[in-house]
């Protein structure tokens, strides 16, 4: 894949993709363009998106979904603040006495959980291989950034979609929620631990180990459990004593400082190490992004751009040398080829289908010049074990390389062909079906019989049924 292939263009991929199902875009133009520009498939898949995402105003909602990401980032800081600082200072409110275990809990308590649920999915995701995410912050942070009133555009929802099909197509969901997740608990410990120090420094608390029907002893277990990592780091951690001590200011002193401590290593520190790992795992899998083009849906664009492929020249003077690939498929033996009656580009002002034709025709069908009509024509054809074409085309148009490409993909796929340049049915000098026998004639497409008249090529098809 190009190096220029972002993250953005991947979701637009996959945002476009979301958006086919509900029926298929008009994206005649953009398919062109990228089959002109990019040589290989999957390039041209990304340039494709980049296109239509232009056309379609998905890179306005792109704008808007990066500013709703700041916003929603600092709604959730706000939340995670709340969740680790805010509940501890309510607890610990103005110089009152505050049981320093239910202090801990209140600060470290659901930010600890909400990590060892992340460990535990962590762990079985890449045990799986799947590498899905489960809710978190930064998931949050996506969903909220897609439905701000305010931010939100017609393809806002889409996008999101678009962005974690993306990940989960790289499986990548994990590190990079996992990322956003850990960066905004560590940014609200890191602002959980300035409002504690500024609260420690400039009002007195009593800390103490009060309970009414726990043992006292307990406390003892607990402050030497969370007290032995502060400790081996060289932080100051109260002797199990003060657990059964009166309250006192050098005693509270050193609860608070074994508070900040526990804060910053079971609170920030976790959060640091783990945004780390997450960030460099991200890192380095997106330098492997990449599209699945065994995908259904991705090979269908893979197989467009490959019908587009330059056909040969049909300017008698410049034509290309034929090579000794079989003009239609082989017949097989014992089975009756069905007649399909094809009009190509056919302006509005004839008639279609003829009577004459379409009563001796099996299957009837007009090709508007769409790449999905041309697919589904051709789909349809191949599917079939062989079949007798008539392909009638203007008789006022004249031959080129658009008519020669779909020629040949029709002879591809069926055991006869034959060409009719319909005209019009009032006189006109603008009919001139000789051009298209002459091109017949010159180029390597002489096996394709040449119908002047309806009346031809009603012939051709009674005599060649059966």
Same mark, same amino acid.
């Given at each position: 894949m190009?190096?220029s292939?972002s993250?953005?263009?991947v979701?637009? @991929?996959?945002?476009? !993709?979301?958006?086919?199902?509900?029926? *298929?875009?008009?994206?005649?133009g953009?398919?062109t363009?990228?089959h002109? !520009?990019?040589?290989?498939e999957?390039d041209r898949?990304?340039?494709?998106?980049?296109?239509?995402?232009?056309r379609l105003?998905?890179?306005?909602?792109?704008a808007?979904?990066? &500013?709703?990401l700041?916003?929603?980032? %600092?709604?959730?800081?706000?939340?995670?603040?709340?969740?680790? $600082?805010?509940?501890?200072?309510?607890?610990l409110? #103005?110089?009152?006495?505050?049981?320093? *275990?239910?202090?801990?809990? /209140?600060m470290l308590g659901m930010?600890?959980?909400?990590l060892?649920?992340?460990?535990?999915?962590?762990?079985?995701?890449?045990?799986? %291989?799947? $590498?899905?995410?489960?809710? #978190?912050l930064?998931?949050?942070?996506? /969903?909220?950034?897609?439905?701000?009133?305010?931010?939100?555009?017609?393809? =806002?929802?889409?996008?999101?979609?678009? *962005?974690?099909?993306a990940?989960? +197509?790289?499986?990548?969901?994990?590190?990079?929620?996992?990322?956003?997740?850990?960066?905004?608990?560590?940014?609200?410990?890191?602002?959980?631990?300035?409002t504690?120090? @500024?609260?420690?420094s400039?009002?007195a608390y009593q800390?103490?180990?009060?309970?009414?029907i726990l043992?006292? *002893? =307990?406390?003892?277990?607990?402050?030497r @459990?969370? %007290?032995?990592l502060?400790r081996?780091?060289?932080?100051?951690?109260p002797?199990?004593?003060?657990v059964h001590?009166?309250?006192n200011?050098?005693d509270?002193?050193?609860i608070?400082?074994?508070?900040?401590?526990?804060?910053?290593?079971?609170?920030?520190?976790?959060r640091?190490i783990?945004?780390?790992?997450?960030?460099a795992?991200w890192?380095?899998?997106?330098?492997?992004?990449?599209?699945?083009?065994?995908?259904p849906y991705? !090979?269908?664009?893979?197989?467009?751009?490959?019908s587009?492929? &330059?056909? =040969?020249?049909?300017?008698?003077?410049h034509?290309a040398p034929?090579?000794?690939?079989?003009?239609?498929?082989?017949?097989?033996? %014992?089975?009756?080829?069905?007649?399909?009656l094809?009009g190509?580009?056919?302006?509005?002002?004839?008639?279609?289908?003829?009577?004459?034709?379409?009563?001796?025709?099996?299957q009837?069908?007009?090709?508007?010049?769409?790449?999905t009509?041309?697919?589904?024509l051709?789909?349809?054809?191949?599917?079939a074990?062989?079949?007798r074409a008539?392909?009638?085309?203007?008789a006022?148009?004249?031959p080129?390389?658009? /008519?020669?490409?779909?020629?040949?993909?029709?002879?591809?796929?069926a055991?006869?062909?034959a060409?009719?340049p319909?005209?019009?049915?009032?006189?006109?000098?603008?009919?001139k079906?000789?051009?298209?026998?002459?091109?017949l004639? &010159? =180029?390597?497409?002489?096996a394709?019989?040449?119908?002047a008249?309806a &009346?031809?090529?009603? +012939?051709?098809?009674?005599?060649?049924?059966?």
């Open positions: 190009s190096s292939a993250f953005r263009d979701t637009f @991929v996959h945002t476009l !993709r979301l958006m086919e199902e509900a029926g *298929a875009l008009d994206d005649a953009e398919m363009l990228a002109v !520009r990019e040589r290989n999957q898949i990304l340039e494709r998106a980049r296109l239509l995402a232009r105003g998905l890179l306005d909602d792109w808007r979904l990066k &500013t709703g700041w916003i929603a980032a %600092g709604l959730l800081v706000l939340l995670a603040y709340l969740l680790a $600082g805010g509940l501890l200072t309510r607890v409110g #103005s110089g009152q006495t505050v049981n320093a *275990a239910f202090a801990f809990l /209140a930010p600890l959980l909400a060892v649920v992340w460990l535990l999915w962590a762990l079985g995701s890449t045990i799986s %291989g799947q $590498g899905t995410a489960p809710w #978190s930064g998931q949050m942070m996506l /969903a909220l950034a897609a439905r701000m009133p305010w931010l939100h555009g017609p393809h =806002s929802l889409a996008l999101l979609r678009g *962005a974690n099909a990940l989960r +197509q790289q499986r990548l969901s994990l590190w990079v929620f996992g990322a956003i997740s850990h960066g905004l608990w560590a940014l609200a410990f890191a602002l959980a631990l300035v504690l120090l @500024v609260l420690f400039f009002q800390l103490t180990w009060e309970t009414t043992n006292p *002893a =307990s406390f003892d277990g607990f402050l @459990v969370t %007290g032995w502060p081996a780091l060289g932080f100051a951690v002797a199990q004593a003060v001590a009166a309250p200011a050098t509270s002193q050193a608070a400082w074994w508070l900040l401590a526990s804060a910053l290593l079971y609170g920030l520190l976790p640091l783990a945004l780390v790992v997450c960030a795992v890192r380095r899998r997106s330098h492997q992004r990449d599209i699945d083009t065994r995908d991705f !090979r269908q664009l893979v197989t467009r751009f490959a587009m492929a &330059t056909a =040969s020249v049909v300017d008698a003077e034509a034929s090579d000794n690939t079989p003009l239609f498929r082989p017949r097989t033996p %014992g089975l009756t080829a069905p007649t399909v094809i190509f580009e056919l302006p509005d002002s004839l008639r279609w289908p003829p009577d004459a034709l379409s009563e001796r025709a099996d009837v069908h007009t090709i508007q010049g769409t790449m009509e041309r697919l589904s051709l789909a349809a054809l191949a599917a074990p062989g079949v008539l392909v009638v085309c203007s006022a148009a004249s080129d390389r658009g /008519a020669e490409r779909f020629l040949r993909q029709v002879c591809a796929e055991v006869e062909c060409l009719l319909l005209g019009s049915e009032a006189a006109s000098g603008a009919d079906p000789q051009r298209w026998a002459d091109w004639a &010159t =180029s390597d497409l002489q394709v019989t040449f119908c008249t &009346t031809d090529a009603r +012939q051709w098809m009674e005599q060649h049924r059966g």
